[in-house]
């Protein structure tokens, strides 16, 4: 199997590379819009291409279908939202190459991308409770109380996210954004846990790892964590995944106020933090691999009840 991995300058990238690089006859095969000798993990793979930003949707999918030609590529391993985005309205056309993308369904990605939809789908389950979301635009916001966010509604990692202390607040954010899609959600202060979550297409088995973030970067990846063996939240985020028809490894994340699990986000890809999943025991890269190979992922046992910190380290970038 040859497997182009994408963004390999994001948080999740080496882990994910050396997963794929550990499987009998994997060649991985690397991307990123920053040059290779701006790229650290760009020393794991194969081949290495630079590629537009998936921001620019077009240019980006035709670089990526020139680069599946030429490398002959099997399967492709998208690492940020914006490229999942592009490349699951473009499925068809990776399909006719005869690539398999491993990501979810484009039913299950438009929702789970949508923090509005994400609300909607959510809102009356028995047992998985959404944060509170509404359009920016609506007039009556019944239920909110201040402070509030306003948050892009398709946004990521906290980009564009605005306070909304108060109504003469409110009133400016709605004239400043009044032509882009934005959400409101209240501000609540309460603890991050990350589920890693990896689902087979069929349902039938499914694994999942809760963690505690207990140190965070400004968006949203965590630098120092908990993991939480037997966690209320692995049942909630694998019901999550199911109701979504999510396929392969996926993060969701909820907020836990006064002991209750709020729904946050569900990211259709891997965490940036999944190494503190693979690091406690079980391998979140190669299940996902399965799930897109017809496999069967493997069993998955609590892990340890440890605290785990991410370094970092510096590498010689040129020959």
């Known amino acids: 199997m040859r497997y182009l991995v994408t963004a390999i300058g994001s948080m999740s990238a080496e882990a994910v590379i050396q997963a794929i690089t550990r499987q ?5 095969v690397g991307c990123n819009m920053h040059p290779k000798e701006w790229t650290a993990a760009s020393r794991l793979v194969e081949r290495f291409h ?5 921001r620019h949707a077009q240019p980006y999918v035709a670089r990526l279908l020139e680069i599946c030609k030429d490398e002959r590529i099997s399967h492709v391993i998208p690492l940020t939202d914006p490229e999942v985005d592009a490349l699951s309205a473009n499925r068809q056309r990776f399909n006719d190459l005869g690539v398999t993308l491993c990501i979810s369904p484009q039913p299950a990605i438009r929702t789970a991308r949508d923090k509005l939809a994400l609300h909607h789908c959510f809102t009356g389950h028995p047992r998985i409770r959404p944060i509170r979301t509404a359009d920016l635009r609506d007039e009556v916001l019944s239920g909110f109380s201040y402070p509030l966010l306003a948050k892009p509604r398709h946004g990521r990692s906290s980009e564009g996210q605005a306070n909304v202390p ?4 409110l009133q400016f954010w709605r004239d400043r954004l009044s032509d882009q899609d934005y959400v409101i959600q209240p501000h609540c202060i309460g603890d991050v846990f990350v589920v890693d979550v990896v689902r087979q297409p069929d349902g039938r088995r499914s694994a999942a790892m809760t963690r505690r973030e207990l ?24 019901e999550a995944a199911n109701v979504l028809d999510m396929h392969g490894c996926i993060n969701i994340e909820f907020l836990i106020v006064d002991g209750t699990p709020l729904l946050m986000d569900v990211n259709p890809r891997f965490s940036a933090g999944v190494a503190f999943s693979i690091i406690s025991g079980y391998d979140m890269v190669s299940n996902h691999l399965r799930c897109f190979d017809g496999g069967q992922i493997e069993p998955c046992a609590p892990p340890p009840d440890m605290v785990y910190a991410r370094g970092l380290v510096e590498y010689p970038s040129q020959d």
């Open 24 to 28: 009998p006859d994997a060649v991985a």
């Open 50 to 54: 630079q590629v537009p930003s998936a």
């Open 166 to 169: 108060d109504a003469a607040a």
């Open 215 to 238: 140190l965070r970067t400004p968006n949203g990846a965590g630098m120092t964590v908990r993991m939480k063996p037997g966690h209320v939240c692995d049942a909630l985020a694998l």
